[in-house]
């Protein structure tokens, strides 16, 4: 799923003439853009790639979206128009979407529920305002087991380290693992973009990074 919609992506910054890096992730933002960092450009490929898909997956899925997919889609309405205006550029005339195949939907079903409740919250959610109020959240979902809101604390690559561990983990593992934190001290800032802080757990040092993805402080990892 990931890799569709870094296409989706790529065929966008094809389109608007960008540069795109050597590990396929866009060098900058979509043009009249400035403030879009590449994690809102991901988020927005992601919903714009998911969305279609969920519609005809998941029972129920349309409505229960209808109102938050507005409003999400409202707010970014010109970078959305954007993206589409270049994947028109770069498409042959009277082109069609490709039918997804069986295994692009089986990736993307994995990824409805978490889509819905993304949509069905306003944004930007005040529990993730900061990058302390995200951990505050993290740490006390994984506490009460909580393992939607853990999922939701974490940014795209945080869902790849981390997701699967939440998700089958028992909630006497994730008590065990979410312990005994000393408070975040802040060693690195880049910018509005990225956030390194300090914590010790059990005598050990460890780094703590978090990314602003859409106006929100998403937890990446260690």
Same mark, same amino acid.
């Given at each position: 799923?990931?890799?569709?919609?870094?296409?989706?992506?790529?065929?966008?910054?094809?389109? !608007?003439?960008?540069?795109?890096?050597?590990?396929?992730?866009?060098?900058?933002?979509?043009?009249?853009?400035?403030?879009?960092?590449?994690?809102?450009?991901?988020?927005?490929?992601?919903?714009?790639?998911?969305?279609?898909?969920?519609?005809?997956?998941?029972?129920?899925?349309?409505?229960?979206?209808?109102?938050?997919?507005?409003?999400?889609?409202?707010?970014?309405?010109? !970078?959305?128009?954007?993206?589409?205006?270049?994947?028109?550029?770069?498409?042959?005339?009277?082109?069609?979407?490709?039918?997804?195949?069986?295994?692009?939907?089986a990736a993307a079903a994995k990824h409805c529920d978490r889509l819905q409740?993304?949509?069905?919250?306003?944004?930007?959610?005040?529990?993730?305002?900061?990058?302390?109020?995200?951990?505050?959240?993290?740490? !006390?979902?994984?506490? !009460?087991?909580?393992?939607?809101?853990?999922?939701?604390?974490?940014?795209?690559?945080?869902?790849?380290?981390?997701?699967?561990?939440?998700?089958?983990?028992?909630?006497?593992?994730?008590?065990?693992?979410?312990?005994?934190?000393?408070?975040?001290?802040?060693?690195?800032?880049?910018?509005a973009t990225m956030k390194v802080f300090s914590t010790t757990r059990n005598?050990?040092?460890?780094?703590?990074?978090?990314?602003?993805?859409?106006?929100?402080?998403?937890?990446?990892?260690?």
């Open positions: 799923m990931r890799a569709a919609v870094y296409l989706l992506l790529a065929c966008c910054l094809v389109g !608007a003439n960008l540069p795109v890096a050597a590990d396929g992730l866009p060098g900058n933002a979509l043009p009249g853009f400035p403030s879009l960092s590449t994690g809102d450009m991901e988020q927005i490929a992601e919903v714009m790639y998911l969305k279609p898909l969920c519609d005809s997956l998941k029972p129920g899925f349309t409505r229960a979206v209808a109102g938050g997919y507005a409003e999400w889609s409202g707010a970014n309405q010109a !970078a959305i128009a954007s993206i589409e205006r270049s994947l028109r550029a770069g498409a042959p005339r009277d082109a069609q979407r490709p039918e997804p195949t069986t295994e692009q939907k409740r993304f949509l069905e919250h306003p944004h930007p959610d005040p529990r993730f305002a900061t990058p302390e109020k995200t951990w505050e959240t993290y740490l !006390a979902a994984m506490q !009460a087991g909580q393992r939607e809101v853990a999922l939701d604390c974490l940014d795209d690559m945080g869902r790849r380290k981390n997701g699967e561990l939440i998700a089958i983990e028992s909630p006497d593992v994730l008590r065990q693992i979410s312990a005994g934190f000393t408070p975040l001290k802040l060693m690195r800032d880049y910018d005598d050990i040092v460890a780094s703590v990074v978090f990314v602003r993805v859409g106006g929100e402080w998403k937890f990446q990892g260690f």
